[in-house]
């Protein structure tokens, strides 16, 4: 039995498990209702224009967070990372911001912002960022010794150094760090969107789980599970049609 | 003993069907150190894994003193090529000399006293808490093959153990192992590409030719038991059976068929 | 590099730039931004041994019960369907989905299920840690070397060693970067998991403050949570490098040439 069919087989067994033990009394059927009854709340959000507003301002908040966030990112790595001095003097500095939760951010951004999208796009940029920067800087860093004394040997200049050598060793990072900002991001806009208030996802269903209609939570909550799904297959397509030139597809730098 | 008889591993990759190995028969006696060499890509790391019962033989069958191989069988033990890959680096270097004892349930004192003397057999009497990532690439090939030592087989297979090895090691790994070889009396088959070193270690010398393989050449070689890389390889009689491996395995190559 | 030296950059930016915060705030009279002088006599005001005791202790009891519960759940199940492909292939698409969910939207549906109360906010810290140990502990497990199998068959290397050494240590480092995203998860998690309904915690404690517009108090629960998120940091940090100094060790001499 091949990998598809099997993963479909799981699929299936996991829709009807959660089918059947609501009926069957494993779980509060009011609190954790079948999957049938998800479907149709589904379907019953797919028609209201309110829904997709609010799937719009998700996207809108991820996206963008997740732009600006790159750009920092790619930014500062790359100033980081060329200019050795520069890193020796923030490494402290990155290294102790770093840790910092996002959440330690919500108060700030709520009392800074209120329940709006732009507090919810700081809180995306914050967390993004650090995905980004964190695999930049181990881009830059990580140049083939080898291919750095060639260089020196055949006196490439600095800028020449950057296209041809720093780059091309730095772009899986880089892509890689898309990927996991982009992941980031998105439970970030999501996130923000819950606990903020600001328009979105997150919104929908606190009021949904405010008036008690527990359908609805858990079928927003399916959207907010495919959503990432999509973004996280998609991330790993751009990925790997990157990197299918370079020879070494190396693995993640633990964030 | 060691008796292959009709050997025959046919794969499947990517969708064209390659014959590995078309039908290996030999017999290797007990306590004899035999070398196999061949053509590259002529199966001999298959054969090797197949013997070692890491890999099931499409037809034909093994037979290690006398019980037919399935899976690994007891009292056998593995020299890989890529020693790097076959050490534990998160244990010492007398751990993991120890390892298969502990496996085996052996009593600690026991087990103490075979690391320590298969440790002191390759030279590493030394190092025996260093971790291997600590020890060049030869010192790392001399636990794995500690590891062997101690796990006190019958069977020794060696599987192109130094073709990582700089030329310099590779001597010194090579008189060792025929010492080894000497003091344990174990039945030692040796896979290499190198044909000086086939001719240079073995008793005896099997010549693998291309694919679908077959046994080309069994050659007995009749140097003397004391060797030496100096005047062993100066030998004239060593010329001779190095030029006759070397012409059969050309010869091999010729007649490859194209794959 | 002399060790002063070292020490001068290590602290030169940071003492800059709070120096900056500290001079460019002192006149501010805009309430958000309140001078870092007042921020920092809130922080000693507001957080003495008992609300310690009070708020934070128990924060990071859950934070720790969650995490070590997804840590044994995650490494248990990621090395059981990382040894077997078919396993692998049934669980993957199902465990994809989940593990794309935004771990804080699962708080309604977990208080709907859990009510409130200490069991919610452990089994919502527990729910979002789990994924990305039990991914990596998967991919870890399914990627180990084939030589080394090979080793542990010949040698008749079986049972628990085999679990120990073969699956567990050789899958350690990516097993611990799989921790590592965990933490960060985790303490995300125990803060959301009180903002919605606590008596107690430093989640609840600090979203008061921003509730109530006590700026500087809020402030100063900010620090505290950046300097709690450093603390661990620092502390997996110690654990990782003392688990896996071995890999370390190997990595550092395969460059060396």
Redesign the interface.
């Known amino acids: ?3 598809t069919v ?6 299936v ?2 829709g009807g498990l959660l089918e059947v033990a609501p009926r069957v009394g494993l ?2 059927a009011q ?2 209702p079948p999957s049938s009854r998800i479907a149709a709340a589904l379907a019953e959000q797919a028609r209201q224009p309110q829904f997709w507003a609010a799937l719009g301002d998700t996207v809108q908040t991820w996206l963008t967070g997740l732009a600006i966030a790159v750009a920092a990112g790619l930014a500062v790595g790359v100033l980081l990372g060329a200019v050795p001095m520069l890193w ?6 990155v290294e ?1 911001l ?11 951004v ?3 912002y209120g329940s709006t999208i732009r507090a919810t796009v700081v809180l995306v940029v914050y967390a993004a960022f650090w995905q980004v920067l964190l695999q930049v800087l181990h881009g830059v860093a990580d140049v083939d ?1 080898v291919a750095r004394d060639t260089a020196r040997v055949y006196r490439l200049g600095r800028w020449a150094r950057l296209r041809y050598l720093v780059w091309p060793s730095a772009l899986p990072y880089v892509v890689t760090g898309v990927r996991l900002a982009a992941s980031v991001a ?3 806009a ?2 923000g969107s ?2 903020v208030g600001s328009p979105g996802l ?1 919104k929908e ?2 009021v ?2 405010q008036s008690g209609a ?1 359908p609805a ?2 079928a927003l ?1 399916v959207v ?6 999509v ?2 297959v998609a991330t790993r397509a751009i990925e790997r049609r990157v990197l299918a030139w370079h020879t070494a597809v190396r693995t ?1 730098v ?2 | 003993m060691l008796e292959v008889s009709g050997l025959r591993k046919v794969y499947d990759s990517h969708g064209r069907r390659v014959e590995a190995i078309g039908d290996l028969t030999f017999t290797v006696p007990d306590g004899s150190l035999t070398c196999v060499v061949g053509p590259s890509g002529c199966g001999k790391t298959t054969l090797l894994r197949c013997i070692a019962g890491l890999l099931q033989p499409t037809a034909g069958e093994v037979r290690v003193q006398g019980s037919l191989v399935s899976g690994p069988p007891a009292g056998l033990a593995v020299v890989f090529q890529e020693y790097g890959r076959s050490l534990f680096h998160w244990l010492r270097v007398r751990e993991n000399v120890e390892l298969p004892l502990k496996a085996a349930r052996m009593p600690k004192s026991r087990r103490g006293e075979l690391v320590a003397d298969a440790l002191d057999a390759v030279g590493l009497a030394d190092a025996h808490s260093a971790y291997p990532w600590q020890l060049s690439g030869g010192m790392q090939q001399r636990v794995a093959i500690a590891r062997a030592i101690a796990y006190q087989p019958k069977v020794l297979l060696m599987d192109e153990p130094f073709a990582a090895v700089d030329a310099q090691t590779r001597a010194d790994l090579e008189d060792l192992i025929r010492e080894v070889w000497r003091r344990l009396g174990v039945t030692l088959l040796f896979v290499t590409h190198d044909i000086d070193e086939a001719v240079y270690l073995g008793e005896r010398v099997i010549v693998l030719s291309a694919s679908p393989t077959r046994v080309a050449d069994d050659l007995p070689i009749d140097l003397p038991d004391l060797r030496d890389q100096l005047t062993t390889r100066a030998d004239p009689r060593f010329t001779e059976l190095r030029g006759r491996v070397y012409a059969q395995i050309q010869k091999a190559k010729a007649e490859r068929t194209p794959t | 590099m002399t060790f002063v030296r070292r020490i001068i950059l290590a602290v030169a930016l940071p003492i800059t730039l709070l120096g900056l915060w500290w001079f460019a705030s002192e006149g501010s009279t805009n309430y958000l931004w309140p001078p870092l002088s007042r921020i920092l006599t809130a922080f000693g005001d507001t957080w003495t041994a008992e609300r310690l005791r009070a708020d934070v202790v128990p924060s990071l009891t859950r934070l720790a019960a969650g995490y070590g519960l997804a840590v044994i759940a995650g490494i248990a199940l990621g090395v059981l369907i990382g040894g077997a492909p078919r396993v692998r292939a049934f669980t993957e698409p199902v465990l994809e989905f989940m593990r794309a969910i935004p771990p804080p939207v699962l708080v309604p549906i977990i208080m709907l299920v859990l009510g409130l109360g200490d069991t919610m906010k452990i089994v919502v810290i527990a729910s979002g840690c789990v994924w990305p140990i039990l991914l990596n502990t998967v991919e870890g497990v399914r990627g180990r070397d084939e030589v080394l199998d090979d080793t542990c068959r010949t040698y008749g290397i079986r049972g628990g060693l085999r679990v120990r050494h073969l699956v567990l240590r050789a899958a350690s480092p990516q097993i611990l970067t799989g921790a590592r995203q965990a933490l960060s998860i985790a303490i995300i998690l125990m803060v959301i998991s009180e903002l919605f309904a606590a008596e107690n915690g430093l989640g609840f404690t600090v979203m008061q403050f921003s509730r109530g517009f006590q700026i500087p108090e809020m402030w100063s629960g900010v620090f505290l949570l950046g300097l709690i998120g450093v603390a661990l940091a620092a502390v997996y940090r110690l654990v990782e490098a003392w688990l896996l100094r071995w890999y370390h060790g190997q990595r550092l001499s395969r460059r060396e040439w």
């Open positions: 039995m091949n990998r099997l993963g479909l087989l799981g699929l067994t996991f779980v509060p609190y954790a020796s003097v923030t490494a402290t500095t102790f770093r840790p910092i939760p996002s959440v330690a951010l919500i108060p700030l709520v009392v800074l010794p998105l439970i970030l999501v996130t819950l606990i997150g269903i606190e949904a789980r527990a939570v858990y909550v907010t599970g495919l959503l990432g799904v973004a996280n993640e633990g964030a």
